[in-house]
């Protein structure tokens, strides 16, 4: 079945360092991949998204590229504030009998120290 | 104001007692989904629904129940079959409205907390 693997936290930085969180997926088809954010008690929030092979979503200087010869999509960004920490969830999305459900990898905990 | 509203925040259950969670949207949205979080976990899928009236098991879906009367609301009950509730839960939505080479995103609400006693 569909699978997400996320690269292991928890994951500390310094602000302005850079930043790759790390994402590969096992899927039949051809699934939407999506990244989302969690801060402290909420519910999550839909950071960016991609729907094809080469695409690439970027949000709020996040960034991650839609790698289907890899099976990847990692996230990025540049220069990572504090108000960036938070727990990041790679998901992906597949059209099927199910209906459109999605599988998300374990999630990974960034901490940005000032 | 548009959204997922959640309720409680908190929970709690004692033993052998059910308690339901109560998930509204008012975003129009066709599907409606539960999972569970456990700490330092990702999520599982216990139930959705594409529709009024239908509703299909998901991946951990042993000890809960749901019901899908409405089209804005889509209720999950946590009943005394469910040994280790103990858990956030949180509720999406999402249009059935494909389009092409995607799938619609999920919208999440802001979570339960169920806590035993």
């Known amino acids: 079945g569909d699978s997400v693997t996320q690269m292991e936290g928890p994951v500390t930085l310094s602000e302005e360092a850079f930043l790759t969180i790390n994402c590969t997926y096992t899927?039949?088809?051809?699934?939407?991949l999506f990244w989302y954010v969690q801060y402290p008690g909420e519910g999550l929030q839909l950071l960016l998204k991609?729907?094809?092979?080469?695409d690439k979503g970027s949000n709020k200087g996040f960034e991650a590229t839609y790698r289907k010869e890899t099976t990847s999509f990692h996230l990025e960004k540049g220069s990572v504030q504090v108000s960036d920490s938070a727990v990041y969830f790679c998901?992906?999305?597949?059209?099927?009998?199910?209906?459109?459900?999605?599988?998300f990898g374990e999630g990974t905990q960034l901490t940005v120290n000032p | 104001d548009g959204g997922i509203t959640q309720s409680p925040k908190y929970l709690f259950r004692k033993e052998g007692q059910n308690v339901t969670l109560s998930c509204e949207q008012n975003?129009?949205?066709?599907?409606m989904y539960w999972y569970r979080q456990d700490p330092g976990q990702g999520l599982r899928l216990i139930y959705y629904s594409q529709i009024v009236n239908d509703f299909q098991k998901g991946d951990i879906a042993e000890g809960y129940s749901v019901s899908r009367e409405k089209k804005e609301s889509f209720p999950l009950t946590v009943t005394s079959a469910q040994k280790n509730p103990t858990a956030f839960y949180l509720c999406?939505?999402?249009?059935?409205?494909?389009?092409?080479?995607?799938?619609?995103?999920?919208?999440f609400g802001p979570g339960t907390r169920l806590l035993v006693l």
């Open positions: 975003l129009n949205h066709d599907a």
């Open positions: 991609a729907t094809k092979a080469d």
């Open positions: 998901a992906l999305g597949g059209l099927g009998t199910s209906g459109s459900r999605l599988t």
């Open positions: 899927a039949t088809g051809y699934p939407s």
């Open positions: 999406a939505t999402s249009s059935l409205a494909v389009t092409w080479g995607g799938q619609e995103t999920q919208y």
